[in-house]
């Protein structure tokens, strides 16, 4: 079964940087696409940043200057490196992932993505 594990959420002050990871097992695909998606309370979730399988990045205008994201293939691990928080960033984050054989751009169809962490707190103070 394939499992998504997220780490290194934690709170900072507006201005400041975190990186949070997703440890992926079990997912054998290797035309993917993965995405980071993020859900404040009383919002719906959104997402922020994909990638794909050929490396190719999209970001939402909201994050997009600030956040990158990136993977390790050898260690199965995708990031997201968050730079110049802002407090309507805190959100619980979510790292998710899917097949890309139809849907093949990775930043529409958010709906497609059939697993998911169980997401990691990030928190900015003003």
């Known amino acids: 079964q394939v499992q998504l594990e997220e780490s290194g959420g934690g709170s900072v002050q507006s201005g400041g940087s975190l990186r949070v990871s997703c440890a992926v097992s079990r997912f054998t695909s290797r035309n993917y696409c993965m995405g980071w998606f993020r859900q404040a309370p009383g919002k719906e979730r959104e997402g922020v940043a994909y990638?794909?399988?050929?490396?190719?990045?999209t970001y939402k205008d909201a994050v997009k200057g600030r956040f990158t994201i990136s993977q390790d293939n050898a260690k199965n691990t995708l990031y997201l490196q968050m730079n110049s928080l802002k407090p309507e960033d805190t959100a619980t984050y979510y790292c998710?992932?899917?097949?890309?054989?139809?849907?093949?751009?990775?930043?529409?169809?958010?709906?497609?993505?059939?697993?998911w962490g169980q997401g990691t707190q990030v928190t900015v103070s003003s």
């Open positions: 998710a992932v899917r097949e890309r054989l139809f849907f093949r751009i990775c930043g529409n169809y958010d709906d497609k993505y059939n697993y």
């Open positions: 990638i794909d399988s050929d490396g190719k990045t």
